[in-house]
C-alpha cells in the first residue's frame, strides 16, 4: 500500500501543488461548450435568430475563420492552421499551467478557461470543418460578431491574464 502511494506522489502532486489543479475548469469548460453547441444544432435552423432579451439573440452560425471571422473566406486552409495554432497554444498553456504554484490563483484558473475554450473551438473545426457561433449582443443596427461558449471562456481568461500581470506588477513595487 504504502509502495503504491509513493508511486502515485509525484503525479497527486502534480494535481494538487501545480496549476494542474484547475484542470477540472478546462474539462468543464469543454463539455458547456460543446453541449451548448449540441443544443443549437438541435434546435436552432442555420441562421434563425431568437431574441432573448433587446439587446441579445440566439443565432445560429459558423464561423470558417478565427476570432470575428477573420480569415473565414480563405479557401480552407484556415480549418487547419487554426486548428494546429489552437493545440500548439493549449499544451504550451498546459506546459505554463504545470509551472504555477499552489499560491497561484488568478494565472491558473485564466490558463485553464483559455485550454478549455481553444480545445472546445478545435473540436468544432476538426468534426465540422468550421466553428458553431451561436451568442449575439446588439444595438439597434450595431451588431457585435457571434460568439459561443468557448470564445466566452478564453476572453475571461484572457482578462484575467491581465488582471494577474496587473496585481503582480503592483506587488513588485511595493
Not at 443549437?40 to 476570432?67: K, R
Request: aromatic fraction near 16%; charge should be positive.
Amino acid at each position: 500500500m504504502l509502495k503504491a502511494r509513493a508511486k502515485n506522489a509525484p503525479m497527486l502532486k502534480l494535481f494538487t501543488q501545480t496549476g494542474w489543479r484547475f484542470l477540472w475548469l478546462s474539462l468543464l469548460v469543454l463539455v458547456l461548450d460543446q453541449y451548448t453547441k449540441a443544443l443549437v444544432l438541435e434546435n436552432i435552423e442555420l441562421y434563425q435568430a431568437i431574441q432573448i432579451l433587446p439587446f441579445f439573440n440566439l443565432t445560429h452560425v459558423y464561423n470558417y475563420g478565427a476570432a470575428f471571422s477573420f480569415l473565414h473566406d480563405a479557401g480552407g486552409w484556415q480549418r487547419w492552421f487554426f486548428t494546429i495554432v489552437a493545440i500548439a497554444v493549449s499544451a504550451l498553456v498546459l506546459w505554463w499551467l504545470k509551472q504555477t504554484t499552489k499560491q497561484q490563483l488568478i494565472l491558473p484558473i485564466a490558463f485553464s478557461l483559455i485550454i478549455g475554450g481553444a480545445i472546445g473551438n478545435a473540436y468544432d473545426r476538426l468534426v465540422h470543418g468550421y466553428v458553431i457561433d451561436f451568442l449575439v449582443l446588439y444595438y439597434q443596427d450595431w451588431y457585435w460578431p457571434a460568439f459561443n461558449v468557448a470564445d466566452s471562456a478564453i476572453c475571461i481568461g484572457a482578462v484575467l491574464l491581465i488582471i494577474d500581470m496587473v496585481k503582480n506588477k503592483e506587488e513588485k513595487h511595493a
